[in-house]
């Protein structure tokens, strides 16, 4: 058994790729504060490297299953991939409930791709109170890129935006009218945002409301854009990875 007291020997082997080590310091970092910060102050120093994305939307907007595609075109460039994916409480055990993961089959194998589920444990925002702590964790693991996967969330909870190095707001076509689009909360804080299932009707009238709001809101230099996707089938994937980049 790893000696808790020892984490080098423990940080070494997941650097190389040992998952159930991984596992065992982000489960130190989830769960006892006091381990958390002696963890992260030995990983610390290598984690300015990664990139954090993030994606978020309403529950059932697709968003494991763009993370899934996203995963794929990063390994393709050599890159390794950690996914955070919060999910909600069991009111049961406390645990993740289902698991996200079901839906990001393609890295299951892979010694370079992490899925980790997280339970919100009653955290609100759209993530868990450690999801910060263990993206930087994996960073610090050598992690080139860490995704972070948000919770089914609604007008409010932005917690992502700071979170995160870019965000992505995922929306489905007639998730709301123009009224809604023009609401203060989530909308504003993408990067992109992605009508995703765009093969249903009225994708092209949700991403021309989406484009007015964008056209009239105040620019900080940036004018976020939108990107259509089918998930299920791919469609999309270049020009969101184009935007990303």
Same mark, same amino acid.
């Given at each position: 058994?790893?000696?808790?007291?020892?984490?080098?020997?423990?940080?070494?082997?997941?650097?190389?790729?040992?998952?159930?080590?991984?596992?065992?310091?982000? =489960?130190?970092?989830?769960?006892?504060?006091?381990?958390?910060?002696?963890?992260?102050?030995?990983?610390?120093?290598?984690?300015?490297?990664?990139?954090?994305?993030?994606?978020?939307?309403?529950?059932?907007?697709?968003?494991?299953?763009?993370?899934?595609?996203?995963?794929?075109? @990063?390994?393709?460039?050599?890159?390794?991939?950690?996914?955070?994916?919060?999910?909600?409480?069991?009111?049961?055990?406390?645990?993740?409930?289902?698991?996200?993961?079901?839906?990001?089959?393609?890295?299951?194998?892979?010694?370079?791709?992490?899925?980790?589920? +997280?339970?919100?444990?009653?955290?609100?925002?759209? +993530?868990?109170?450690?999801?910060?702590?263990?993206?930087?964790?994996?960073?610090?693991?050598?992690?080139?890129?860490?995704?972070?996967?948000?919770?089914?969330?609604?007008?409010?909870?932005?917690?992502?935006?700071?979170?995160?190095?870019?965000?992505?707001?995922?929306?489905?076509?007639?998730?709301?009218?123009?009224?809604?689009?023009?609401?203060?909360?989530? +909308?504003?804080?993408?990067?992109?945002?992605?009508?995703?299932?765009?093969?249903?009707?009225?994708?092209?009238? =949700?991403?021309?409301?989406?484009?007015? +709001?964008? @056209?009239?809101?105040? =620019?900080?230099?940036?004018?976020?854009?939108?990107?259509?996707?089918?998930?299920?089938?791919?469609?999309?994937?270049?020009?969101?990875?184009?935007?990303?980049?």
């Amino acid at each position: 058994m790893a000696d808790e007291t020892n984490l080098e020997p423990w940080i070494a082997a997941a650097r190389a790729g040992d998952k159930r080590l991984t596992g065992r310091l982000i =489960s130190l970092v989830e769960d006892d504060p006091r381990k958390a910060g002696a963890v992260l102050q030995a990983v610390y120093a290598a984690s300015d490297g990664a990139w954090i994305t993030g994606l978020t939307g309403a529950p059932g907007a697709g968003k494991s299953t763009l993370v899934d595609l996203l995963v794929a075109e @990063r390994r393709a460039r050599g890159r390794r991939v950690a996914v955070l994916a919060v999910d909600p409480t069991s009111p049961f055990t406390g645990g993740a409930l289902l698991g996200d993961r079901i839906r990001m089959q393609r890295g299951a194998a892979d010694p370079d791709v992490l899925v980790r589920s +997280m339970a919100t444990r009653g955290w609100l925002g759209g +993530m868990s109170q450690a999801t910060e702590r263990v993206a930087t964790l994996c960073a610090g693991l050598g992690y080139d890129e860490i995704i972070i996967e948000t919770v089914g969330v609604g007008q409010s909870e932005v917690d992502i935006a700071a979170a995160a190095d870019s965000t992505v707001v995922v929306v489905t076509p007639g998730w709301g009218d123009g009224v809604q689009v023009a609401k203060a909360g989530v +909308m504003e804080i993408g990067d992109v945002i992605v009508v995703n299932k765009a093969d249903r009707a009225g994708a092209a009238a =949700s991403v021309s409301e989406l484009e007015e +709001m964008l @056209r009239l809101a105040p =620019s900080d230099g940036w004018r976020p854009p939108v990107v259509t996707t089918t998930a299920t089938s791919g469609e999309g994937l270049t020009e969101l990875v184009a935007a990303l980049d």
